[in-house]
C-alpha cells in the first residue's frame, strides 16, 4: 500500500481507484502477454517450428517482403516428401532467407563452422537447423547428418562458392559437394538463382539495406544422369546461369585442396565477439 505526505506532512490516505487502476492495467498486460504466447503457440504447432522458430521466422518473412522486396515463385517443383539439395549463386550473407522464402519449409544449410563461435549466430544458426561444415576438403560428419535428412524427405541447402562472391565475375570456381549429397542420397539438386541480393562488406550489412530481390527456380538435376560429382555440379551451375541469362557461362571447379585466402575469410566472417570486461 503506497503512503503519502502532502507539503504540510500531513498524511495522504491512499486513493483506491488509482491503486485499482494499476491492477488492472497490469492484469491486462498480463492477460495480453498469455494470449499472444498462446496464440504464437497454436500457429506454432501447425509447423515444425518451435515458438522461437515461428518468431524467427515471421520475422524474416517482413524483412523478405518489406525491406528487400522479393519476388519468389509461390512453390517449388518438389514434393513435400522428396528429399533435395537446393543450391543457388551467393552474392550476400541472407541468401538462404530467399530461398526460405520459396520452399515455404525449413531448408537445412550448410554453414562454415566458425559462424558457430559467436554466440548470437551460434544461437541463430542452432535454432535454423543449420549444419556446420568446415571450409576446404570433405566434412564427413557433416555430409552423413545431410545425408541421413535427404533420406528422410528433409531439404538441404548448399552455397557451392563456399563464400560471398564479391568479385565481377557471375560465379566464384565451385566444389562438388551438392553433388556428393545428391548422389549419396539418391536425391535431385534443384538449381536457383538469386538477383539483387543486399550485401556490403559485412554480415550484417543486408539488414540496414533496402533492395528488390527475385528468385528463379529451375528444374531438377539427377544424378542418375551423371558419371561423376563434377560433372553434376558443372551442369547444376550452368543451369543457375541459364536461369540468369548467362548462357555462355563455364563454370570452374575450386580444386581439390582448395582452401580460403586470408582476404576471403576476412570477407566472410561473423561479426568479432565483445571482448570480456576486466
Given amino acids: ?20 487502476n494499476v491492477l488492472l492495467v497490469l492484469g491486462l498486460a498480463a492477460s495480453t502477454f498469455l494470449v499472444g504466447i498462446t496464440v504464437l503457440w497454436l500457429f506454432a504447432r501447425r509447423t515444425e517450428y518451435t515458438i522461437v ?43 538462404p532467407f530467399f530461398i526460405h522464402l520459396a520452399a515455404k519449409r525449413r531448408v537445412r544449410w550448410f554453414v562454415a563452422r566458425e559462424f ?15 549444419i556446420p561444415t568446415r571450409r576446404g576438403g570433405i566434412d564427413n560428419v557433416s555430409v552423413r547428418e545431410a545425408v541421413k535428412l535427404l533420406h528422410e524427405g528433409k531439404w538441404v541447402g548448399v552455397l557451392p562458392e ?29 538449381p536457383v538463382y538469386i538477383e539483387g541480393a543486399p550485401y556490403h562488406k559485412t554480415v550484417t550489412s543486408p539488414f540496414f539495406m533496402s533492395a528488390h530481390v527475385s528468385i528463379t527456380v529451375g528444374k531438377l538435376i539427377y544424378p542418375s544422369e551423371f558419371q561423376s560429382d563434377q560433372a553434376m555440379i558443372v551442369a547444376a551451375v550452368k543451369a543457375i546461369a541459364q536461369l540468369a541469362g548467362h548462357s555462355d557461362y563455364e563454370p570452374t571447379l575450386a580444386g581439390k585442396n582448395w582452401k580460403p585466402t586470408p582476404e576471403e575469410l576476412a570477407q566472410n566472417q561473423p ?6 570486461s576486466a
Wanted: glycine share 6%.
Fill in 1 to 20: 500500500m503506497r503512503v503519502a505526505y502532502n507539503s504540510n506532512l500531513h498524511f495522504v490516505p491512499p486513493n483506491p481507484d488509482q491503486e485499482l
Fill in 53 to 95: 522458430q515461428f518468431l524467427l521466422d515471421r520475422t524474416a518473412f517482413i524483412l523478405l517482403r518489406f525491406l528487400w522486396r522479393t519476388k519468389a515463385p509461390n512453390e517449388l517443383p518438389l514434393s513435400q516428401d522428396q528429399g533435395a539439395v537446393i543450391i543457388a549463386n551467393h552474392r550476400s550473407s541472407v541468401d
Fill in 116 to 130: 558457430f563461435g559467436n554466440w548470437f549466430f551460434g544461437w541463430f544458426l542452432h535454432e535454423t537447423g543449420a
Fill in 162 to 190: 563456399g563464400r560471398i562472391n564479391t568479385s565481377d565475375q557471375f560465379m566464384m570456381p565451385v566444389r562438388p559437394g551438392a553433388a556428393l549429397l545428391a548422389r549419396k542420397a539418391n536425391v535431385p539438386i534443384l
Fill in 271 to 276: 561479426p568479432p565477439e565483445d571482448e570480456p
